[in-house]
């Protein structure tokens, strides 16, 4: 019953996609458990570049089965753009499975977060306007839509009418907007029904029935744990689950069959959107970290905040999620610098503090506390083992392992599939 969860360990981009897809000729299904086309992969396969934003990674894998469970939000325009672009590129998407209880983005749900963002002004939140929140924030309040209304018309107008019943009258009295034609939503929600059918199914059935078969699944995070809605730097935070709990409930699978909880860390430390950063640089080695890490938002287009490596969130996200190993990415980024500072605790107000402050009034107000690790000017890409690493390489990735309270099993020294070195393996 090998289940395996795959998850970001900082705030999300740590490369997910690649340790996905590291994985995905070894597995039967790979399942994306919560987010929506607001969580961004990049996988590199030869010289193909592919940019996923709602879809599971290993739907680039022909052996295993794409799922989108029930914890997605979908939106179904950006759900078939992308089917067609794979298709077109010789992706075979046949096999792609939809829960059936996953949670439709409207258009009025596009519309809100997008009037919303603008109305907060300096206090945004700096989500990426594609409804994501507002899809969540009427999941909780019971007015959803989800995929299986798409096949009961009746029933589809009853939701439609009734979610914009409250929605109108926020559009038109509060932002000064339109208010929006629940025939027109209706409409364009059924125009996507039969395109979307084939691939809807029971997926809770499905997974279980695969773990009971000894089928390996792998389930997959967007974001990362610092984004959580519940453990993350709240406010400044998606509307989901990333953590390791989040694949049992957004997938329907009990917590007794996960067997191994990956987290994905980045060698050093980025973030897109607002919130608090305390390794941020601002300097000449922020911008080069992100000139060479090519950090850019793949679902937003937005340039990444960049610092140091923080092993305080490290150890945070170790905790929260009962992480078993760490996936190690773009350790090649690094090369060529003399001297690399790691962030190993925070001062707060005089205070040294080596865990995560719970105060969210701490955690802004905290400053890293650096220890200095020499660098290597050796190239890495072409490292087949962990002995192939110039000592000051292997030296940085000891010790980032001891801080982070869990063995690196495997390390990202490139951005091609083949450029992994797998120290231990995950299955």
């Given at each position: 019953m090998p289940a395996l969860v795959l998850l970001g360990a900082q705030w999300g981009d740590e490369g997910k996609g690649k340790a996905t897809d590291l994985l995905g000729g070894s597995v039967d299904y790979v399942v994306r458990y919560q987010g929506g086309n607001n969580a961004g992969h990049t996988v590199v396969v030869g010289d193909q570049k592919y940019a996923l934003h709602l879809l599971p990674s290993g739907i680039l894998s022909p052996s295993c089965v794409p799922v989108i469970g029930n914890g997605v939000v979908v939106d179904p325009s950006v759900l078939l753009s992308e089917l067609s672009g794979l298709n077109e590129r010789g992706v075979d998407t046949s096999k792609l499975l939809i829960s059936g209880n996953a949670h439709i983005i409207t258009p009025y749900n596009v519309t809100v977060d997008k009037v919303t963002e603008r109305f907060l002004g300096k206090r945004k939140i700096g989500t990426t306007g594609r409804g994501i929140g507002p899809t969540y924030s009427d999941k909780i309040n019971r007015v959803g839509i989800r995929v299986q209304d798409l096949y009961d018309e009746s029933i589809l107008q009853q939701k439609v009418e009734a979610a914009l019943d409250v929605k109108n009258q926020i559009l038109t009295k509060l932002y000064n907007r339109r208010a929006i034609a629940a025939e027109q939503v209706v409409e364009e929600l059924l125009g996507y029904a039969e395109q979307i059918k084939p691939y809807v199914a029971d997926t809770v059935l499905v997974l279980n029935q695969a773990l009971e078969d000894d089928?390996?699944?792998?389930?997959?995070?967007?974001?990362?744990?610092?984004?959580?809605?519940?453990?993350?730097?709240?406010?400044?935070?998606?509307?989901?689950?990333?953590?390791?709990?989040?694949?049992?409930?957004?997938?329907?699978?009990?917590?007794?069959?996960?067997?191994?909880?990956?987290?994905?860390?980045?060698?050093?430390?980025?973030?897109?959107?607002?919130?608090?950063?305390?390794?941020?640089?601002?300097?000449?080695?922020?911008?080069?970290l992100?000139?060479?890490?090519?950090?850019?938002?793949?679902?937003?287009?937005?340039?990444?905040?960049?610092?140091?490596?923080?092993?305080?969130?490290?150890?945070?996200?170790?905790?929260?999620?009962?992480?078993?190993?760490?996936?190690?990415?773009?350790?090649?980024?690094?090369?060529?610098w003399e001297q690399i500072p790691v962030c190993v605790a925070y001062e707060i107000d005089g205070r040294r503090v080596e865990e995560l402050p719970y105060s969210q009034t701490d955690f802004h107000h905290a400053k890293p506390v650096y220890e200095t690790l020499p660098g290597w000017s050796e190239d890495i890409t072409k490292a087949?083992?962990?002995?192939?690493?110039?000592?000051?390489?292997?030296?940085?990735?000891?010790?980032?392992?001891?801080?982070?309270?869990?063995?690196?099993?495997?390390?990202?020294?490139?951005p091609g599939r083949d450029e992994t070195i797998e120290i231990n393996s995950f299955l």
């Open positions: 089928k390996v699944v792998l389930f997959e995070g967007g974001q990362g744990t610092l984004l959580d809605i519940d453990h993350g730097t709240y406010p400044f935070v998606t509307s989901s689950n990333p953590t390791a709990g989040g694949a049992c409930t957004g997938a329907g699978v009990g917590p007794t069959k996960i067997s191994r909880v990956i987290g994905i860390l980045k060698a050093y430390t980025t973030r897109v959107g607002a919130g608090p950063f305390p390794t941020e640089l601002f300097d000449e080695d922020g911008e080069a992100r000139r060479i890490g090519g950090e850019r938002g793949v679902t937003t287009g937005r340039d990444r905040r960049c610092g140091w490596f923080d092993a305080v969130i490290a150890r945070y996200a170790t905790r929260v999620n009962g992480l078993t190993d760490f996936f190690l990415t773009k350790l090649d980024v690094l090369t060529g087949k083992s962990f002995s192939d690493l110039p000592k000051n390489a292997q030296n940085y990735v000891k010790a980032l392992e001891e801080m982070s309270g869990a063995p690196i099993s495997a390390i990202g020294v490139g």
